[in-house]
Every structure is written in C-alpha cells, then in structure tokens.
C-alpha cells in the first residue's frame, strides 16, 4: 500500500507539472547547450517577431487542452493575430537563446476585446488571461527549493528536459494592481506581472516597452540568465467562458 503523505506529494506534483506544462511549454523551448557548441537558435539583437505571420511561429498544443484559434485578420488599418478562445488554452512560441548581457528592453502591442469574467490571475482555479507573453529563462539551479528539484525531476523524466529555472509573464489582469507581481500558486518559479489592469482601456490598442532585466529582477529578486524562449497565449480553460484580443508586433533590442 502505497504511504498516504507519499501519493499525496504526488498527487500535488503532478498537479504542479500540469500546471508548469501549461504555462510554459517546458518539453518544448530549446535547452541551453555547452557555450563551445552554441544552439541554433541564437538570435541576434535586435530581433522582431510580427504575430501576424503566423510562418515564424510554432503552436504548442497543450494536454487535455482545447486549442484556442489563431488567425490573421484585419484590423483597422493593418492586419494582426486574433486569437479567440473558447474553454481553451494553447500558445505559440519561439525558441530563441540570448545571452544574458544581451538582454534589454522588449517591445509589444496588443488588443484586448473584453475581460474573462471571473478570472482571478492568483487564484489556481480562475488564472486565466485575455493576454500572455510568456519569457523562458535559465539560471543557477542549485537554488531550486526541494519542491522545485523535485518537480524539475518529474518534468525531465515525463519530457525528457528540467523544469525551465524561471518564467516571467507579462498579463492583463481584471482587478490586481497595475504592475503588481502574482507568484504561481503551484511553483514559484513561474511569475506574472501586471502590465495592465481592469477595464478601462478595453478595446484599444496599447504599445509597451519594457525593461527585460530589471522587470525580471523585480519578479524574482535576481539578474535574469539567458533567454531561451517566448509565446503569446490567450486562455479560458479555468473560466469555461470565452474572449478574443489581438497581438500586433513582438521586438527585442
């Protein structure tokens, strides 16, 4: 018979992967390689990502998960990528790999048509987003609590890569404060920040620029490692309800 406190640890184990898994895509951004044999993937800076070609991008399907559609389509004077989700939750994504000195600010836009009702971005059950650019780190993982080391061996024997060191998000929430940072309620090694809140600019187009290494450090306490990936996601699996919002153009410099 199997010793109650051990299936519980994982049970919530598991229930920690779904949720990593979910948020980042973790069997699937590029794993950091030796620096004497640099991975494909690196990119040189500036970089730019534009959501409406749809050919620079790879859509993550996520388990159990409904896709949530995206397509091109006009809107106002250009074309953009409208996602629309319905009860669902998958991403596109990009795998990259910046060295850490390299990183400086990142630019991007988005529309946001309507609010999830009841998503709650600190709530485990509700942490649904009409928005998400997803940013894929790595770093020391000596640091890891015994949680996190655990979860990370889980990770790699189900995918056959770690649990990514730190996932910063930026999100639009519906009511937590602007600029506020939400630590995931099933690992701490996922963080989001409040880029924008409530509902006063529903329906506009809005531009960041934002400072990567100082958002990071913000987030988590620390200078960020190397970047080894980004997604855009737009989600309402919690919820059971829909939304639709636009993503315009991604940079790095």
């Known amino acids: 018979m199997i010793n109650p406190s051990i299936a519980s640890v994982r049970w919530a184990l598991h229930a920690a992967l779904s949720s990593v898994l979910l948020l980042t895509g973790c069997a699937h951004f590029a794993a950091p390689l030796p620096e004497d044999k640099p991975p494909q993937v690196l990119r040189q800076l500036p970089l730019q990502f534009s959501a409406q070609d749809k050919s620079q991008w790879q859509t993550m399907r996520l388990p159990g998960k ?16 409208l996602a629309e989700a319905a009860s669902s939750a998958s991403m ?3 795998a990259l790999h910046i060295h850490p000195e390299q990183l400086g600010a990142l630019q991007f836009d988005w529309r946001v048509d309507q609010l999830i009702p009841g998503a709650d971005m600190r709530q485990r059950d509700a ?39 730190a996932t910063l998000m930026y999100v639009w929430c519906n009511d937590c404060p602007a600029e506020s940072v939400i630590v995931n309620p099933r690992t701490d090694r996922i ?19 934002r400072d990567i290494r100082a958002d990071f450090k913000k987030a988590f306490g620390e200078e960020p490692g190397a970047l080894l990936g980004l997604a855009i996601m737009t989600d309402t699996d919690n919820t059971r309800s829909t939304t639709r919002a636009w993503y315009g153009t991604i940079r790095l410099d």
């Open 66 to 81: 409904l896709l949530t559609a995206y397509r091109v389509a006009p809107q106002g004077p250009r074309d953009a990528l």
């Open 92 to 94: 596109l994504r990009q």
């Open 127 to 165: 942490e649904d987003s009409p928005v998400r650019l997803i940013m894929v780190f790595e770093g020391d993982r000596q640091r890891f609590s015994a949680k996190n080391n655990m979860l990370s061996e889980l990770t790699l024997s189900l995918t056959g890569e770690p649990l990514p060191y």
């Open 191 to 209: 963080r989001k920040l409040a880029v924008e809140s409530g509902a006063d600019r529903v329906g506009q187009w809005l531009n960041y620029r």
